[in-house]
């Protein structure tokens, strides 16, 4: 598998350091490992990026390593059954921020069960922490805030 194309790595890093407001997002790198962007203090050039962490630490990374980009929504840490999850109120806030995105941005709702379910269209009824829609098929696909892990974009940042 390879990693992103110079162009398509600043791009992807340019929009999400200028989301307004800046929104937290991570890096996947092919071998698994997840970096978190936690301000938009990052400089990239040439396909090569770097910033501080928290703590001061230099990381650097450069595209040919990087699988994905993408935002990540992260829930509360209440705990249910040893796993996080969202109340119903951060569950239906979170539904109506990725549906109202202009122009509409896949996303892909990962479950505590290990499941994803990719939402491709905005086509989607949910309210009281519950949430369903039809597939093409015409299968029904149901989910609940307190089976959620997480609610990330579908930002797809591997080369073909």
């Known amino acids: 598998m390879t990693g992103m194309k110079p162009q398509q790595f600043e791009e992807t890093l340019l929009q999400f350091k200028h989301r307004r407001p800046f929104q937290p997002f991570v890096v996947e790198l092919l071998d698994g490992r997840m970096i978190e962007i936690v301000?938009?203090?990052i400089a990239f050039c040439d396909g090569a990026a770097s910033f501080f962490t928290p703590d001061s630490d230099l990381v650097d990374f450069v595209c040919e390593d990087v699988r994905e980009i993408r935002s990540v929504v992260y829930l509360s840490e209440v705990t249910n059954g040893g796993g996080p999850v969202m109340t119903p109120e951060q569950f239906d806030q979170t539904?109506?921020?990725f549906l109202?995105?202009?122009p509409f941005e896949p996303f892909v709702v990962e479950m505590l069960d290990?499941?994803?379910i990719e939402i491709v269209r905005p086509k989607l009824a949910f309210g009281g922490g519950?949430?369903?829609f039809l597939t093409p098929e015409f299968d029904l696909v149901e989910f609940t805030c307190d089976e959620v892990r997480a609610i990330r974009?579908?930002?797809s940042g591997v080369a073909s």
Do not use: D, H, I
Request: aromatic share 0%.
């Open 95 to 97: 539904l109506r921020q």
């Open 153 to 155: 974009s579908l930002v």
């Open 130 to 132: 519950s949430a369903g």
């Open 100 to 102: 109202n995105r202009k």
């Open 114 to 116: 290990g499941r994803s």
């Open 39 to 41: 301000s938009p203090n």
